[in-house]
């Protein structure tokens, strides 16, 4: 069949959306003439905005504009209006199946799950994952199992040169001296579990920075303003700076690009500034990061073994030894080798 246009039905948090990133070039590559747009949440809509092998986006926004079911037919309606040949359902729910089949795409590929074989024209059975199998394979599975050609996955990021403008403009109305910056994010979201403690980031992010005459950066949601406060409160005044609450998805992507070096925890920065080629060192506890560490040569990963892990935990039933267990020495003498990579 003839195949003009294709709609991707995104995945909705920043990991996964990077993670999903090697099979969105592996379709461009299959489809090189093809309009190639996503439906996508607000939050992750500008991690498309410097990728060119994307052509455009559409909104869709279930927990604000598109709530509910109205909402849900409001973005149907979007899709439709664009008409497209073939929708890629990346996410399992059977909500993104149901959409696509609303929206009249003609053309519905996805895995069969969550009941929703009926919703698809093409339906790729999910076989169970091995164990230790990165993330960014689910989808090129998917394409692959769809017996589109794949490659091993290229979750690279590249940015307009307006994106980096932008942050350097920002960087320096927050008191950034244009020269080295440590970048710190201390929280990670949904998980309390996840997080190594904010002091010890502070600890380790001063070394670096007494040692490379930078300065630091405090990164976060605007939820994690107690987390940003305990590192601020951990750094000297003349060499910190703080961005937390204030960034855009756009912002945060041109601020990572400016780093020497991220200090960050398992969370979706993580994967942006590891897909950006940043040297990324994430601390690792509860998750596996051979199934959802940060892809590039740039990026480390520091973890402590413990039987428990990995868990599904997102609060610590016992001592949180996997994190506790990760010191700063530990983490500083790694980032110490990856900043003189
Ligand atoms: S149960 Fe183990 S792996 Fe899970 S959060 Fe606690 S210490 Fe970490």
Not at 120 to 144: E, I, M, N, W
Not at 253 to 275: K, Q, R
Not at 312 to 328: G, L, N, T
């Amino acid at each position: 069949m003839t195949v003009n246009s294709i709609l991707v039905y995104a995945p909705s948090w920043i990991g996964d959306s990077v993670m999903s990133l090697g099979a969105v070039r592996a379709l461009r590559e299959n489809y090189p003439s093809a309009r190639l747009a996503i439906l996508t949440r607000p939050w992750v809509q500008e991690l498309y905005s410097g990728c060119d092998i994307v052509d455009d986006t559409i909104l869709y926004d279930p927990r604000g504009a598109d709530l509910g079911i109205e909402g849900f037919f409001r973005a149907a309606g979007r899709v439709r209006r664009e008409g497209f040949d073939v929708g890629v359902v990346f996410p399992n729910a059977f909500r993104a199946a149901a959409l696509v089949r609303v929206a009249g795409v003609r053309e519905r590929w996805g895995y069969a799950t969550e009941s929703r074989g009926f919703l698809l024209t093409k339906r790729v059975p999910q076989a169970p994952r091995p164990f230790g199998r990165h993330q960014s394979h689910f989808y090129l599975d998917l394409l692959s199992g769809l017996g589109l050609a794949v490659a091993e996955p290229d979750t690279s990021l590249t940015l307009t040169p307006a994106m980096r403008e932008a942050a350097r403009g920002l960087l320096e109305r927050h008191g950034w001296k244009g020269g080295a910056l440590v970048g710190v994010h201390p929280g990670a979201t949904n998980s309390r579990a996840k997080v190594w403690k904010a002091s010890r980031f502070a600890e380790v992010a001063v070394r670096l920075a007494e040692e490379h005459d930078a300065q630091v950066v405090v990164l976060g949601g605007v939820t994690e303003g107690e987390l940003a406060a305990e590192v601020q409160r951990g750094l000297p005044p003349n060499i910190a700076l703080t961005l937390q609450g204030r960034t855009s998805l756009a912002d945060l992507m041109g601020v990572l690009a400016e780093l020497s070096v991220f200090l960050t925890n398992d969370s979706g920065p993580m994967h942006l500034s590891a897909a950006l080629g940043v040297r990324t060192l994430a601390v690792f506890g509860p998750t596996d990061a051979r199934e959802t560490g940060p892809v590039g040569a740039r990026a480390l990963v520091v973890r402590e073994p413990v039987d428990c892990s990995p868990c599904v935990y997102r609060d610590c039933p016992i001592d949180h030894r996997c994190m506790e267990r990760v010191s700063a020495q530990r983490v500083y003498e790694e980032a110490s080798t990856l900043v003189a990579s």
